[in-house]
């Protein structure tokens, strides 16, 4: 598909998802349809579909170790052997996951092949990509965590301290007053930044562009559909009001609380006042949820089901019977002559064994088989 | 399904995490909360600005009222129902506001904030 048409197609579609909780609420306040129903829905198919999906996994057979690894194998005991990049047991490929999951470990080994002198070849240091997913994979995780003061209460205390940590700058670089209180979180703008970085470079790559699809672009413009809008919640009312005299932005949090309190003790409330735009900032994220499971996104699960991370490289220690093997019928030589040694013996074929009877009736045909 | 104790172990290790907010909750009474009006307030009737105002902006009003009053000297405030404050949070908000701990504290407790603000300003007495 052209790139161009992958891109249209998928703005298009976040455009009505954003448009589908607009009309539905401001127009014919369906807020128990997008306050309730659906997200409810949304966890429901989130549940199942990874539930479906890392089944139908584990229901595939992995008959042999793929050793894809960058590390010297255990061999002789004077051969120092990489325990993490080439594991023999499975405290090795416990590390070697948590690299992987915690620090992108094979991301970070990606280089790029580039002719810099003349047309000599050379693999270019490329740490960008690894650096720009850092960025958004650990800033979506603080913010997904620090709301979980929507969702708990008592707040637990790790949510405090992330939130302080997150809003150490406390305010200041607003270009105009209001914009500073509640205090700047800077995990949303880096979050924002990076879903930017990665969405240019899709474009900027010529090969990454060729191979885009909309599968690719339609994350990437959801999940900055949500993180717009929560930042237009959070920051952006004062800034309403100073320009169109109204505010459609600010939510009154208090009220959020009731609402996603309602929602995780079953005793699900629609509280007052609550703009519309707190309905498209969820069912997008609603949108999120149950578009996983079905989607490259299932990655998170699949990370630690990747054959080539979560698996030691025993090949030569241990046997690795194929899980499709079946019992074969043979039939061996031995047996054949079983069967049929009379009828070779009669037609003076050589025999290997010789059966007692035809030992002693014929024996003249045998010795002169055996003169041949 | 191959190595099935370890997927199994896998998922409930991730409905674990994913549901952490309902298992959390059990056993605990929600407390809405419930910011009460002292005297004063309940004669004045109305707030500086409108309530759903107040509710989402009182944060940022405050803000700028201390850079209003701090960098400019400019202390009084016209609201947009025609009436004039005194831009202060000792001895306007506080002032029909008088108690802290059954007005400010009620939300802010329940979200989890901690305005550091009366780390220098200071609060009202409570009665009681
Ligand atoms: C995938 C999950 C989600 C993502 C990535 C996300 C992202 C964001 C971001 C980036 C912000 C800006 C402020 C900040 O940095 O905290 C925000 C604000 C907000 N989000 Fe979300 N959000 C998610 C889920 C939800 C859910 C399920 C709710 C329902 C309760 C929600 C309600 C809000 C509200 C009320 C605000 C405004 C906060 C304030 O004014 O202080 N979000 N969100």
């Not at chain 2, 016209?78 to 506001?97: A, F, P, W």
């Amino acid at each position: 598909m052209n790139f161009i048409l992958g891109i249209l197609f998928s703005i298009v579609v976040v455009s009505i998802l954003v448009f589908i909780p607009w009309i539905g609420v401001w127009a014919w306040d369906l807020r128990f349809v997008f306050g309730v129903i659906v997200p409810y829905a949304a966890i429901a198919i989130f549940i199942m579909g990874i539930l479906y999906r890392v089944i139908g996994w584990a229901r595939s057979p992995v008959p042999f170790r793929i050793p894809t690894t960058a590390g010297q194998q255990k061999s002789l005991a004077w051969i120092k052997p990489n325990r993490i990049d080439n594991p023999s047991n499975a405290f090795g490929v416990i590390i070697r996951m948590a690299f992987e999951v915690l620090l992108f470990r094979s991301l970070f080994r990606n280089t790029s092949l580039e002719f810099r002198q003349g047309n000599r070849i050379t693999y270019e240091w490329e740490k960008w990509l690894w650096v720009a997913a850092l960025a958004f994979h650990y800033s979506f995780l603080v913010v997904v965590l620090r709301h979980l003061r929507f969702f708990t209460e008592p707040i637990p205390a790790f949510v405090h301290w992330i939130e302080n940590l997150d809003g150490f700058l406390e305010m200041g670089i607003a270009p105009f007053s209001g914009f500073s209180l509640p205090g700047i979180l800077i995990s949303g703008f880096v979050l924002l930044a990076a879903l930017t970085y990665l969405f240019l470079r899709r474009l900027y790559i010529s090969q990454t562009r060729y191979i885009s699809l909309p599968a690719d672009y339609f994350p990437l413009f959801l999940i900055i559909g949500i993180a717009t809008t929560g930042v237009l919640m959070r920051y952006m009312g004062a800034f309403m009001q100073f320009i169109f005299g109204a505010d459609w932005f600010s939510v009154p949090v208090v009220n959020v609380k009731e609402l996603a309190m309602g929602l995780v003790t079953f005793h699900p409330v629609i509280p007052e006042d609550i703009g519309t735009i707190f309905y498209i900032h969820l069912f997008l994220v609603s949108i999120l949820l149950a578009y996983f499971p079905f989607s490259k996104l299932m990655h998170m699960g699949g990370i630690f089901l990747s054959p080539t991370r979560n698996l030691s490289n025993n090949n030569r220690m241990v046997r690795h019977v194929n899980p499709w093997d079946y019992p074969v019928k043979t039939h061996t030589y031995e047996e054949y002559e079983d069967e049929f040694r009379e009828k070779m013996v009669e037609a003076g074929l050589p025999v290997e064994k010789i059966s007692e009877e035809s030992a002693e009736d014929k024996t003249g045909s045998s010795e002169e088989a055996e003169k041949e | 399904m191959y190595d099935g104790v370890k997927i199994i172990i896998g998922i409930i290790i991730f409905l674990v995490l994913l549901l952490f907010p309902a298992w959390y909750q059990v056993g605990k009474a929600a407390k809405v909360p419930d910011p009460k009006l002292a005297e004063k307030a309940l004669k004045a009737e109305q707030c500086v600005e409108p309530k759903l105002f107040m509710k989402t902006q009182h944060m940022k009003l405050l803000d700028e009222w201390r850079d209003e009053v701090v960098r400019s000297a400019d202390r009084y405030y016209q609201s947009s129902s025609g009436k004039t404050y005194y831009k202060s949070l000792q001895v306007t908000c506080m002032d029909c506001h008088s108690s802290k701990k059954e007005f400010c504290d009620q939300c802010h407790d329940y979200l989890g904030v901690v305005p550091y603000c009366w780390d220098c300003h200071i609060e009202p007495k409570e009665n009681g």
